[in-house]
């Protein structure tokens, strides 16, 4: 950003940070241009979802959406960092579930690879607008799910325009996906698991997916479970005979190395590593 724009948003930065939304008003009021303006590469709204802020104010972004903020780029970054009360108002306000403003990728699509579930829940309501099995199964969507994949595991029609690329969202890039069926339902499987959908989990098992399936450098649906904090479907995965002992390619860990990794300290964490510890010694 230029010096000039760095001095210009100033006043609207304070009152964004200082979370004064009548202070936001009068600087607005006062330079209505300021609103869009970057600081570093995002504007102000933007700026509000990164987690190192806390929760964003809603009264705050109610100031900024009424002088003309920029929404669609903000509601991608919501869905990722899984900021449902923020989706449903920048929704509300207008910004459009469907734009691909951040990586290429929709609002909801982030939530998924993510695992921001109450974002996703919030965003799926406004449609799929790729629909893709891999997206159906990581928002909860059983019946799409088994509108895609049949009891017997076979493919009832094409997995959708768009299969996710974790380079997308700031990983390695993976192998690119192919047609392999097995694959297909395998990637739809870790997405489920890795976002707690338990029903198009157990309905993917079922019609025989991989509980290892491996779709993205050998990182199971164990893996993700752990990484994202989810003791249930931690503890779910390994009482259906999920490996402990696969290393991913990412990491060269297996479970119990995902788990001493991933532990910040926290009682989902804990109770992770205390699952792996038995499933290991079991």
């Known amino acids: 950003m230029p010096d ?34 970057r600081i570093g590469e995002n504007t102000m709204l933007e700026m509000m979802t990164q987690p190192e802020g806390g929760p964003p104010s809603s009264e705050v972004v109610e100031v900024l959406i009424d002088g003309g903020a920029y929404l669609d780029r903000t509601l991608n970054l919501a869905g990722c960092w899984n900021l449902a009360d923020l989706c449903a108002q920048l929704l509300a306000a207008g910004a459009d579930p469907a734009a691909r403003a951040d990586a290429g990728i929709t609002p909801l699509e982030s939530a998924a690879m993510h ?19 891999w997206l159906a199964a990581a928002t909860g969507l059983l019946t799409e799910v088994k509108a895609w994949v049949a009891p017997d595991g076979s493919l009832q029609a094409a997995p959708g325009p768009y299969r996710p690329d974790w380079a997308d969202v ?26 707690g959908r338990r029903d198009v989990v157990d309905y993917l098992l079922g019609a025989g997916a991989d509980i290892d399936a491996r779709p993205y450098r050998n ?64």
């Not at 974002?119 to 099995?133: E, N, Q, Y």
């Open 115 to 133: 695992s921001s579930t109450e974002a996703a829940d919030v965003l799926v309501a406004h449609g799929l607008h790729r629909p893709t099995l």
């Open 170 to 195: 700031g990983r390695p890039a993976g192998a690119p996906p192919t047609d392999d069926p097995a694959e297909i339902v395998g990637e739809a499987f870790v997405f489920a698991a890795l976002n």
């Open 4 to 37: 000039g724009d760095d001095e210009r948003v100033q006043p609207a930065l304070h009152a964004v940070l200082t979370g004064d939304a009548a202070g936001l008003q009068a600087a607005l009021e006062a330079d209505p241009g300021a609103v869009n303006l």
């Open 219 to 282: 990182t199971t649906a164990l893996h993700f479970a752990i990484q994202f904090q989810r003791p249930e479907m931690v503890g779910h995965l390994l009482d259906r005979g999920a490996s402990v002992t696969i290393e991913d390619a990412n990491h060269s860990s297996d479970a119990s190395g995902w788990a001493q990794a991933c532990d910040d300290g926290s009682e989902a964490a804990a109770t992770i590593r205390v699952l792996v510890g038995a499933a290991r010694t079991g």
